[in-house]
C-alpha cells in the first residue's frame, strides 16, 4: 500500500533553515508529481511547493526564493525535499506531502510534519 512519511520538521528561530524530507514507499505505478502543503492553526491547508517527475518546480508566491522542493534523484520521485531558508514566524505549520500518480486522480497524502518558527 502507497505509504507517504514526512521529516525533519522541528523548532527554529526566524531567520533559520530547515529540511523535510517525503518518502514514499509501496508506488507500483508512475508519478506525475509530489506536492507540499502546508496548515497553520485555524487556517486553511495551502499550496507551498510541487516538484514534477520531469524536475520542474512550482512555488507558492510566499516562499519563492526562500524554499527549494528537490528530489533525490532524476530516476525516480521515492524521495523529494524540501529546503526551507530564512523561516518566518508566519511559515509556522504542519507541512504534508502529497502524490499525485500519473494515470489516475487518487491522490494520497502523508501525516504530515510540525515545523514551528519563533521570533
Known amino acids: 500500500q502507497v505509504q507517504l512519511v514526512e521529516s525533519g520538521g522541528g523548532l527554529v528561530q526566524a531567520g533559520g533553515s530547515l529540511r523535510l524530507s517525503c518518502a514514499a514507499s509501496?508506488?507500483?505505478?508512475?508519478?506525475?508529481?509530489i506536492g507540499w502543503y502546508r496548515q497553520a492553526p485555524g487556517k486553511q491547508r495551502e499550496f507551498v511547493a510541487r516538484?514534477?517527475?520531469?524536475?520542474?518546480?512550482?512555488?507558492a508566491d510566499s516562499v519563492k526564493g526562500r524554499f527549494t522542493a528537490s528530489r533525490d534523484s532524476a530516476k525516480n520521485m521515492n524521495i523529494v525535499y524540501l529546503q526551507m531558508n530564512s523561516l518566518k514566524a508566519e511559515d509556522t505549520a504542519v507541512y504534508s506531502c502529497?502524490?499525485?500518480?500519473?494515470?489516475?486522480?487518487?491522490?494520497?497524502w502523508g501525516q504530515g510534519t510540525q515545523v514551528t518558527v519563533s521570533s
Open positions: 509501496g508506488i507500483t505505478f508512475s508519478i506525475n508529481a
Open positions: 516538484i514534477t517527475s520531469g524536475g520542474s518546480t512550482y512555488y
Open positions: 502529497n502524490l499525485e500518480p500519473k494515470f489516475a486522480t487518487t491522490r494520497w
